[in-house]
């Protein structure tokens, strides 16, 4: 059975950081590439940043120079550092493999950017 279990979200303040959490169980993690993905209200869900199997990051525009994407394969987890988060960055936070696949959708993580 496939879980993907997102963890670390909360309420910050603009300008605070958080480290998200994503432990992957029921597939081959390491051989995976894997993304964060975040759906803002009202919006569709978008791709944040994703890494290679081999640890390759890559960024939308919007969070380039503010979020870094890791994985540990060891701990078939994947995490998002997120720093100087704007209002904007609000949203329930996803992992998944890249490109994304349906079945793996987990229940995400709140994030939420306000003073």
């Known amino acids: 059975q496939v879980q993907l279990v997102e963890s670390g979200g909360g309420l910050v303040q603009p300008g605070g950081s958080l480290r998200l959490s994503c432990v992957v169980s029921g597939f081959t993690f390491r051989i995976n590439p894997m993304g964060w993905y975040r759906q803002a209200p009202g919006k569709q869900r978008e791709l944040v940043a994703r890494?290679?199997?081999?640890?390759?990051?890559n960024y939308a525009d919007s969070v380039k120079g503010r979020f870094t994407i890791s994985r540990d394969n060891a701990k078939n987890t994947v995490y998002l550092q997120m720093n100087s988060l704007k209002p904007e960055d609000t949203g329930v936070y996803y992992c998944?493999?890249?490109?994304?696949?349906?079945?793996?959708w987990g229940q995400g993580t709140q994030v939420t950017v306000s003073s």
């Open positions: 998944n493999v890249y490109p994304q696949y349906s079945a793996f």
């Open positions: 890494v290679s199997s081999g640890g390759v990051p």
